[in-house]
């Protein structure tokens, strides 16, 4: 699906309140989408494939460069929070005592700058529809939404991909979150009415039509209600638990390994027992999750969402029994939703813990699902969930600048 443009009515609103706050209309207008993972969880950092969609949830940037020159502030308000963080250039960026949600915007500055790339000071204003904390990736759709916008001001010309990996580090190196790439490629390379297998080693990456529509399913996300927790130290432990089997598998099989990427399912079969029992696991999600990945990529070019549908449930259930990120809510909605009459198949998505499942459903039970499947959900948990039918969408986009209206 393409978005409309600037006459989206949330576009608009962020240019008014740029202009009302800042009083001129902004020089450029930029949007990066959030996405939901169809398959492929926690295989990122593994150097491994993972299948995400750019959803119609989206961070949107309007800002314009400093008319001065020597002025060094850069000013950012926060529709959301209603906030403004000021800081000053030039000098090393710190992370924000008072406001976390503009450490996104510090930590591209600081890649920005620490790249040696060319800034002026701009005033910005902010806003979106990704959920927080709901593992919608709103973190990388900010991300990505800034570098777009510094490249188009700068004239960088920094490739999508690329931006993707400062993305990527500014997380990494700035906020401390140790994660991989995949949000912040999908965020900035996502296709329409498209997934996007992504081969994490090379960042080598293809479309993979949906052709949804033309069997009546929809992609819906279901937000459990739970908001993701624990997942910066659970997350860590992870990565680490896998480095392990790494080690251990490396020794084992005699030959040195990078990553669980290049580890066989018949090698790990062979020389699971070998391992501590909670590294096996870890290690048999991984390259059990990698295969699947591709088995869906084939099942979707052949048109068999069955099989698709069957691929998701088994992701499902190897994160919460081998790699333990799931949680109770999400396991009750998820089996839940693959009992509903019509299901092709659902999982949890994202990095766990909380947040939202992911599953392929007929359109017309999409309403039936909200009225059956929801209360149940909330008597079994206490908690309320929502539930939308998302688009696939393009990467980030610039709607607006001075070399776009020069163009007409
Ligand atoms: C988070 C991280 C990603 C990925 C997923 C789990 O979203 O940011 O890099 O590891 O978790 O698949």
């Given at each position: 699906?393409?978005?409309?443009?600037?006459?989206?009515?949330?576009?608009?609103?962020?240019?008014?309140?740029?202009?009302?706050?800042?009083?001129?209309?902004?020089?450029?207008?930029?949007?990066?989408?959030?996405?939901?993972?169809?398959?492929?969880?926690?295989?990122?950092?593994?150097?491994?494939?993972?299948?995400?969609?750019?959803?119609?949830?989206?961070?949107?940037?309007?800002?314009?460069?400093?008319?001065?020159?020597?002025?060094?502030?850069?000013?950012?308000?926060?529709?959301?929070?209603?906030?403004?963080?000021?800081?000053?250039?030039?000098?090393?960026?710190?992370?924000?005592?008072?406001?976390?949600?503009?450490?996104?915007?510090?930590?591209m500055?600081?890649i920005?700058?620490?790249c040696?790339?060319?800034?002026?000071?701009?005033?910005?204003?902010?806003?979106?529809?990704?959920?927080?904390?709901?593992?919608?990736?709103?973190?990388?759709?900010?991300?990505?939404?800034?570098g777009?916008?510094?490249?188009?001001?700068?004239?960088?010309?920094v490739?999508?991909?690329q931006l993707a990996v400062l993305a990527q580090k500014a997380?990494?190196?700035?906020?401390?979150?140790?994660?991989?790439?995949?949000?912040?490629?999908?965020?900035?390379?996502?296709?329409?009415?498209?997934?996007?297998?992504?081969?994490?080693?090379?960042?080598?990456?293809?479309?993979?039509?949906?052709?949804?529509?033309?069997?009546?399913?929809?992609?819906?996300?279901?937000?459990?209600?739970?908001?993701?927790?624990?997942?910066?130290?659970?997350?860590?432990?992870?990565?680490?638990?896998?480095?392990?089997?790494?080690?251990?598998?490396?020794?084992?099989?005699?030959?040195?390994?990078?990553?669980?990427?290049?580890?066989?399912?018949?090698?790990?079969?062979?020389?699971?027992?070998?391992?501590?029992?909670?590294?096996?696991?870890?290690?048999?999600?991984?390259?059990?999750?990698?295969?699947?990945?591709?088995?869906?990529?084939?099942?979707?070019?052949?048109?068999?969402?069955?099989?698709?549908?069957?691929?998701?449930?088994?992701?499902?259930?190897?994160?919460?029994?081998?790699?333990?990120?799931?949680?109770?809510?999400?396991?009750?909605?998820?089996?839940?939703?693959?009992?509903?009459?019509?299901?092709?198949?659902?999982?949890?998505?994202?990095?766990?813990?909380?947040?939202?499942?992911?599953?392929?459903?007929?359109?017309?039970?999409?309403?039936?699902?909200?009225?059956?499947?929801?209360?149940?959900?909330?008597?079994?948990?206490?908690?309320?969930?929502?539930?939308?039918?998302?688009?696939?969408?393009?990467?980030?986009?610039?709607?607006?600048?001075?070399?776009?209206?020069?163009?007409?």
């Amino acid at each position: 699906m393409t978005l409309p443009g600037l006459e989206a009515p949330r576009v608009a609103a962020v240019v008014a309140a740029f202009t009302e706050r800042y009083g001129a209309p902004p020089a450029y207008v930029v949007r990066a989408p959030g996405r939901v993972n169809l398959i492929g969880e926690h295989t990122d950092y593994n150097d491994g494939f993972v299948l995400p969609v750019a959803i119609d949830r989206e961070m949107i940037v309007a800002a314009s460069p400093k008319a001065d020159r020597e002025d060094l502030e850069v000013r950012v308000w926060s529709a959301e929070y209603e906030v403004e963080d000021r800081f000053t250039l030039g000098a090393p960026l710190a992370r924000s005592p008072e406001h976390p949600w503009v450490d996104y915007m510090r930590g591209m500055l600081h890649i920005w700058q620490a790249c040696a790339f060319k800034l002026r000071a701009f005033d910005a204003v902010i806003a979106g529809d990704v959920p927080q904390g709901a593992g919608l990736s709103s973190s990388a759709a900010y991300e990505v939404a800034i570098g777009t916008f510094l490249n188009e001001m700068m004239a960088t010309g920094v490739a999508p991909r690329q931006l993707a990996v400062l993305a990527q580090k500014a997380e990494n190196r700035f906020i401390g979150v140790q994660c991989g790439i995949m949000d912040q490629f999908i965020s900035a390379m996502g296709r329409p009415d498209a997934a996007l297998l992504i081969d994490c080693r090379s960042l080598d990456s293809r479309p993979v039509p949906l052709r949804l529509a033309e069997q009546g399913l929809a992609i819906v996300i279901t937000h459990s209600g739970v908001r993701r927790g624990l997942v910066d130290s659970a997350y860590n432990e992870r990565r680490q638990q896998c480095e392990e089997a790494v080690r251990l598998l490396a020794a084992r099989l005699g030959r040195p390994l990078k990553a669980l990427r290049d580890v066989e399912p018949g090698e790990l079969k062979a020389h699971e027992k070998a391992l501590p029992p909670l590294v096996a696991r870890r290690a048999r999600h991984v390259v059990t999750e990698n295969e699947r990945v591709l088995l869906a990529v084939e099942a979707l070019g052949q048109g068999k969402l069955a099989r698709v549908g069957k691929l998701m449930n088994d992701s499902h259930a190897s994160l919460r029994d081998d790699f333990e990120v799931s949680c109770p809510e999400l396991d009750a909605l998820v089996r839940l939703t693959q009992a509903f009459e019509g299901v092709v198949g659902a999982r949890m998505t994202g990095a766990g813990f909380g947040g939202c499942t992911v599953a392929l459903m007929p359109r017309d039970r999409v309403e039936a699902f909200r009225a059956e499947v929801l209360p149940t959900y909330a008597a079994e948990t206490g908690q309320q969930a929502t539930a939308w039918v998302c688009a696939a969408v393009g990467g980030a986009a610039v709607l607006d600048s001075p070399l776009k209206r020069a163009l007409g």
